[in-house]
């Protein structure tokens, strides 16, 4: 392939995958009151991206192929409000669009959560804008195989990563679901984009939502709340409250004056009251478990107990299979650029410390760890 895909090739992506799946089950596992999950699960972050250029199509279906149990999809909006799959809304680092002189008067500061970024940002350029651009790998030659396909795919909208998930499920022997990440809400409403109201339109547009196992993410927390009683009717669609480090607010909080931080959140009284408004809990991995001053991991600490007992599924973010990337006493990989057996290694420790799901860059390696393969 060498130009970017169609929607006719997304629409039927997955149709070669064998079996069929029990979603309901699946889905079940992600409420409050259904229980922690029978096994921990696999969470495709942006797909494959280990392998393929993230929140592309090639990186799903690399994700469904390789056995993770959820497919994820990171949202932002287009100009004219379309939801679309990028990590940022700042797709300077993940597009081709520094290369693309027509949109070189679309280069721009903004600022985002605080945070002062330039570059080409998704809410400058309408759907039809973005289509013309095309995915490249974000972490360039630390993945050479993801980067080969450079300049070969398209942004993808959510829809089409729904029909693309739907089509995935119905043929292959293990469930499949989706969790995509409301980025950025607070700054997006500012900008007149009402992302929840957004992905609540998509779940009422797809029949396959109203059933699929869905967990919806988010780094804030006003919108999580919002959407917790305009989802109640929906048993198949569980909430993940996302945190960063212990002293940071989230966006919505700083945007307020408020002083809540995730080391606030995090706290056992303050995981009592997630678990009024979500059913799982998602730090970072280091977090959970940190590296001591040798780099090598520690003993976990309590928050995953803390957790389990306010009722709330842990999740944690993200595994990779690069050295670079791993704990110092599970490198030994030799000069490989990857290094799958410490990843492997790395996952397993925090399965063992009681995790319920988690996001990989590797699908493949998260599933050999959850299946003991």
């Known amino acids: 392939m060498t130009g970017p895909v ?33 096994h921990p ?49 700042n797709i300077a680092e993940t597009t081709d669009v ?4 027509e949109f070189a008067a679309r280069k721009t500061v903004a600022v985002i959560d605080g945070e002062r970024q330039e570059g080409w940002f998704t809410p400058d350029f309408t759907l039809a804008e973005l289509k013309a651009l095309c995915a490249k790998e974000r972490l360039g030659k630390l993945r050479p195989e993801s980067m080969a396909f450079d300049g070969q795919f398209q942004i993808l909208t959510f829809d089409e990563i729904v029909t693309f998930a739907a089509t995935a499920a119905k043929s292959r022997a293990r469930p499949l679901g989706i969790i995509p990440e409301i980025k950025h809400s607070t700054y997006f409403h500012s900008l007149g984009h009402d992302m929840e109201a957004k992905l609540l339109a998509a779940i009422r547009a797809h029949a396959w939502l109203q059933h699929a196992p869905v967990i ?21 669609i569980a909430l993940m409250q996302l945190t960063e480090e212990p002293g940071k607010r989230p966006a919505d909080v700083l945007a307020a004056g408020g002083t809540l931080t995730y080391g606030e959140i995090l706290s056992a009284p303050g995981l009592a009251q997630v678990a009024g408004y979500a059913d799982w809990i998602a730090p970072w991995n280091r977090t959970l478990i940190d590296v001591g001053s040798d780099g090598a991991l520690q003993a976990p600490g309590p928050i995953i107990a803390d957790a389990h007992r306010a009722g709330l599924k842990v999740g944690c973010y993200t595994f990779r299979p690069e050295p670079v990337f791993l704990p110092a006493d599970l490198r030994q990989c030799g000069t490989a650029l990857r290094c799958e057996s410490g990843s492997v290694a790395e996952i397993r420790k925090y399965l063992a410390a009681g995790i319920d799901g988690f996001f990989t860059d590797d699908p493949a390696l998260g599933r050999r760890a959850v299946d003991g393969a």
């Not at 629409?11 to 064998?18: D, I, R």
């Not at 520094?98 to 002189?101: F, L, Y």
């Not at 993410?217 to 048993?235: C, D, I, M, T, Y």
């Open 6 to 38: 169609s929607r006719r090739v997304v629409l039927a992506a997955g149709a070669g995958l064998a079996g069929t799946a029990a979603l309901p089950a699946l889905a079940r596992q992600g409420r409050k009151g259904a229980g922690r999950p029978a």
């Open 41 to 89: 699960l696999v969470l495709g972050h942006r797909g494959a991206c280990a392998h393929r250029p993230e929140h592309t199509i090639a990186s799903y279906q690399r994700a469904v192929a390789d056995g993770a149990d959820f497919i994820e999809p990171d949202l932002v909006p287009t100009k004219d409000g379309v939801l679309v799959s990028r990590h940022e809304p």
């Open 98 to 101: 520094a290369s693309r002189p």
């Open 216 to 236: 919806v993410q988010s780094f804030e927390v006003a919108n999580l709340k919002r959407l917790r009683p305009l989802l109640a009717r929906h048993r198949n």
